[in-house]
């Protein structure tokens, strides 16, 4: 009887791929069950490398958030958090899911030998969204009056905020789109040093110029104008990348299927409208706030998140590293390689973020007087995300592991939902308890968004994030950043002291139960930063040019 082909084997770009048979470069997933495991070491060195370009990527925007906080009027920074975030919903919107895409695609293509069709993936992917990009850009440079009015105190400052961050539009889709192509292309250098690491520290020189010598206009400017740097460094990073796979190509077993831009956009089309509403349930909270309260509690609102977003970030690097990966070993059917990368990268993810959100909860109150008086104001906004993000982190990259296997209409599905219940809490909540229902909004949709998100992964692919490693992870960071510090608060009476010495105290035992549980946790190969290793299995041709790519290439 002939045997049905799996979801992931279908999803494979050319033809299925059997689980047990030959790939291409004679790698077997039964091979990789065996001896040391390349493809958690290559995620270790990747999330290591963005974990360290994140954490500078962190303190920076929380550094360009303190100083537009403190640099310019609360109207005046309230109306540049506000016209980032269209932006940034604008910029989103025009990607039209292409930055998954390519992430998806170009790892297939080069699990499957076929490097010789990246070109022609990267034309179908690129040139119609900086297209469209451009398009956007110009209504939102006419209509910014129209946005001005409704995201500004002063509709007329403001418009000019949104006219100056229109023309970069067409840039900030390019430079997105060609990073997310680099790490299709098995490289995370391009994501690590440009966006995480140069263009914030772009943003917040200029930044610093732009309230010496101007105001909020300058500051604005000073934010987009470095994606023109990023944008430029990327598309030369990917370049060089597509050189140095196809000097290294290996033929594919039979002839190359040219890709088709009705395959391409079927599998990015869910992807466009839920990346939109991703950024949206990032965004548009602010933008309600600053509609409904106005440009002040939108000030207050955005620093609020801020400590939210460290936390996001490292998350991120986690998602970034171990994508190309999981979309390999998903084309490949090698569900058992899958599974343990799903749950050794969720066990770091918790690992690193929970002692974050458990600890910027703990210190809020301190943490929001650095960016004035009266933003203590926002310590339950903070507390509400972090509560929610621990919730997020813990399921691990859900959402990742659902895009990797083709599932990009549920993914659609889970954000649609969740902005609908953003949006409808936010509306309900924001005129009533202000900035506080924000919050609950936004940590609505987190929560509905991942837990639906981790039935689907159940199902299919028929993955989990939970095991030994997880419990010890998430125990110790509840027990020593959560409960340890709330001893102390409870002692204390919440004095800033108390405070401070429970987190001392917890943080010093948490890391001395990471190093009694290191084997567990697999904390050799997160730090093993030293070690050099390939995406794959040694030999396998659809990665063999994604470690050893030359050092101004990867």
């Known amino acids: ?46 999330g290591a490398a963005n974990i360290l370009s994140a954490a500078c990527s962190a303190a920076v925007n929380v550094g360009l958030a303190l100083l537009a906080a403190r640099g310019v009027s609360a109207e005046a920074a309230g109306a540049f958090f506000a016209t980032t975030s269209v932006f940034l919903i604008v910029a989103r919107v025009c990607d039209l899911g292409s930055s998954t895409g390519l992430v998806y695609h170009l790892s297939r293509a080069r699990a499957l030998g076929q490097e010789t069709v990246i070109g022609r993936y990267l034309a179908i992917g690129i040139v119609p969204i900086v297209l469209l990009a451009t398009v956007a850009g110009a209504v939102l440079f006419v209509l910014a009056p129209q946005v001005g009015a409704l995201i500004g105190d002063d509709p007329g400052e403001t418009a000019g905020y949104v006219r100056a961050v229109a023309v970069f539009v067409p840039v900030a889709v390019l430079s997105d789109a060609c990073i997310s192509a680099t790490r299709g292309m098995g490289s995370m250098r391009a994501t690590a040093l440009v966006e995480q690491v140069l263009r914030p520290l772009l943003q917040t020189a200029l930044a610093v110029i732009a309230i010496a010598v101007g105001g909020g206009l300058a500051l604005t400017v000073a934010w987009a104008a470095p994606y023109v740097v990023s944008a430029a460094l990327a598309w030369w990073w990917l370049s060089r990348l597509q050189q140095s796979a196809l000097r290294r190509h290996r033929e594919a077993d039979g002839a190359v299927p040219r890709p088709s831009a009705a395959g391409y956009w079927r599998y990015t089309a869910p992807r466009a409208v839920g990346a939109a509403a991703q950024v949206a349930l990032q965004r548009l909270d602010i933008v309600l706030v600053a509609s409904l309260l106005g440009a002040e509690e939108a000030a207050l609102y955005t620093a609020a998140t801020r400590f939210v977003v460290l936390g996001q970030l490292f998350g991120t690097a986690i998602s970034f590293a171990v994508a190309p990966a999981l979309g390999v070993a998903i084309a490949r059917g090698d569900r058992a390689g899958a599974g343990r990368l799903f749950r050794t990268a969720t066990t770091w993810l918790v690992l690193l973020t929970w002692p974050i959100h458990l600890g910027v909860a703990v210190l809020s109150p301190l943490l929001l007087r650095v960016f004035g008086p009266g933003y203590e104001a926002g310590t339950p906004v903070v507390v509400i995300l972090c509560l929610a993000m621990l919730c997020a982190t813990g399921v691990g990259s859900v959402d990742t592991v659902l895009l990797m296997a083709g599932r990009t209409t549920w ?3 889970n954000t649609v939902l969740a902005l609908a219940a953003n949006i409808a809490v936010d509306l309900l909540l924001i005129p009533r308890i202000g900035i506080a229902g924000a919050a609950v909004g936004w940590a609505t949709a987190i929560v509905i968004a991942n ?68 084997a567990t946790l697999r904390l050799p190969e997160l730090l093993a930063l030293r070690h050099r290793s390939r995406l794959l299995s040694a030999g396998s041709a659809g990665t063999s040019g994604a470690t050893s790519a030359p050092e101004g290439s990867r």
């Open 411 to 413: 993914s659609l599905g």
């Open 451 to 518: 837990l639906l998100a981790l039935a689907q992964v159940s199902r299919s692919p028929g993955l989990h994030p939970f095991d030994r490693a997880w419990v010890t992870a998430a125990g110790l960071a509840a027990v020593c950043i959560g409960l340890v510090p709330a001893g102390f608060l409870w002692v204390g009476g919440g004095h800033p002291v108390a405070r401070v010495f429970g987190l001392t105290v917890g943080v010093a035992l948490f890391a001395g139960g990471c190093w009694r549980a290191r």
């Open 1 to 46: 009887m002939r045997r049905r082909p799996t979801d992931a084997e279908v999803a494979v770009p050319g033809g299925p791929v059997a689980p047990g048979t030959a790939h291409p470069g004679g790698a077997l997933p039964c091979e990789q069950a065996t001896g040391p495991d390349p493809d958690v070491r290559s995620v270790a060195r990747g």
